[in-house]
């Protein structure tokens, strides 16, 4: 059984990573404004001055960690979101996995233990959307720019409905919708009352979007039938139900 080391033994990377799994809880709660610089270095375990001696101010762990978070969120699906080819079944599958992502935020938890991402970008919106923003820049220059390609050709394969919606804008609404239906599910019991389990909500939530988007009925029922998977495919055939 692996010993974990003792916070004296840590390497100064080791460090830096545990001040920024340890400080995202309290800009989850607090916000970057509500947060002191004492807070941080209590929930760490380290004091202000070794604090200061691995990020220079705050506002540069506040960076660090949206950073962090964007790499561990991206750190695999990313490649092959990437990688896939520009197809309607490439569409469907951003679809499908985006939404997945999204409405399972408090059923996943990674191995590293909660995220907060959502109580950190729920909190950013609330002061100057600084944290928000951030992201939301990386998640419109990966998964909206592949969106896009995917849209374009499904249109050259005659499967888009077209609609006077710019491209990139679909694939905003999609991510909106998705979004907006996860906030109301924070709360324990939720917000909102959907009568379907998690399940049911995610797949009549990816079958509304794809139709949203444009996507013709009857490839609505091919590529994203009732068995399909929820996760995100390793390869172009896996895109495929």
Same mark, same amino acid.
Request: hydrophobic share 45%.
């Given at each position: 059984?692996?010993?974990?080391?003792?916070?004296?033994? $840590?390497?100064?990377?080791?460090? %830096?990573?545990?001040?920024?799994?340890?400080? %995202?809880?309290?800009?989850?709660?607090?916000?970057?404004?509500?947060?002191?610089?004492?807070e941080l270095a209590e929930v760490s375990g380290v004091s202000e001055a070794l604090l200061f001696k691995h990020f220079p101010t705050?506002?540069?762990?506040?960076?660090?960690? +949206? +950073?962090?978070? &964007?790499?561990?969120?991206?750190?695999?699906?990313?490649?092959?979101?990437?990688?896939?080819?520009?197809?309607?079944?490439?569409?469907?599958?951003? !679809? %499908?996995?985006?939404?997945? %992502?999204?409405?399972?935020?408090?059923?996943?938890?990674?191995?590293?233990?909660?995220?907060? $991402?959502?109580?950190?970008?729920?909190?950013?919106?609330?002061?100057?959307?600084?944290?928000?923003?951030? $992201?939301?820049?990386?998640?419109?220059?990966? &998964?909206?720019?592949?969106? !896009?390609?995917? !849209?374009?050709?499904?249109?050259?394969?005659?499967?888009?409905?077209?609609?006077?919606?710019?491209?990139?804008?679909?694939? &905003?609404? !999609?991510?909106?919708?998705?979004?907006?239906?996860?906030? +109301?599910?924070?709360?324990?019991?939720?917000?909102?009352?959907? *009568?379907?389990?998690?399940?049911?909500?995610?797949?009549?939530?990816?079958?509304?979007?794809? =139709? *949203?988007?444009?996507?013709?009925?009857?490839?609505?029922?091919?590529?994203?039938?009732?068995?399909?998977?929820?996760?995100?495919?390793?390869?172009?055939?896996?895109? =495929?139900?």
């Amino acid at each position: 059984m692996a010993v974990a080391k003792s916070p004296s033994r $840590m390497t100064t990377d080791e460090r %830096r990573q545990a001040i920024l799994d340890a400080v %995202r809880k309290v800009f989850a709660e607090k916000g970057f404004h509500g947060a002191t610089t004492r807070e941080l270095a209590e929930v760490s375990g380290v004091s202000e001055a070794l604090l200061f001696k691995h990020f220079p101010t705050k506002e540069a762990i506040y960076n660090e960690v +949206q +950073q962090a978070l &964007w790499q561990e969120i991206t750190s695999q699906d990313l490649e092959r979101l990437m990688n896939l080819p520009a197809s309607t079944e490439s569409l469907v599958a951003l !679809v %499908r996995y985006l939404v997945a %992502r999204i409405l399972q935020c408090k059923t996943v938890v990674p191995p590293t233990g909660p995220t907060y $991402m959502e109580q950190l970008m729920l909190r950013s919106l609330l002061e100057d959307g600084s944290f928000a923003r951030g $992201m939301l820049k990386r998640f419109e220059q990966t &998964w909206v720019t592949k969106f !896009v390609e995917c !849209v374009s050709a499904a249109r050259e394969e005659g499967t888009l409905v077209e609609m006077a919606v710019p491209d990139g804008f679909r694939g &905003w609404l !999609v991510h909106d919708m998705a979004v907006m239906t996860m906030i +109301q599910m924070l709360p324990d019991p939720p917000a909102a009352g959907h *009568g379907l389990d998690r399940d049911q909500l995610i797949r009549h939530s990816v079958s509304f979007a794809l =139709r *949203g988007i444009g996507l013709r009925d009857d490839v609505v029922r091919a590529l994203n039938p009732p068995g399909a998977a929820l996760g995100f495919p390793t390869s172009p055939e896996e895109a =495929r139900p």
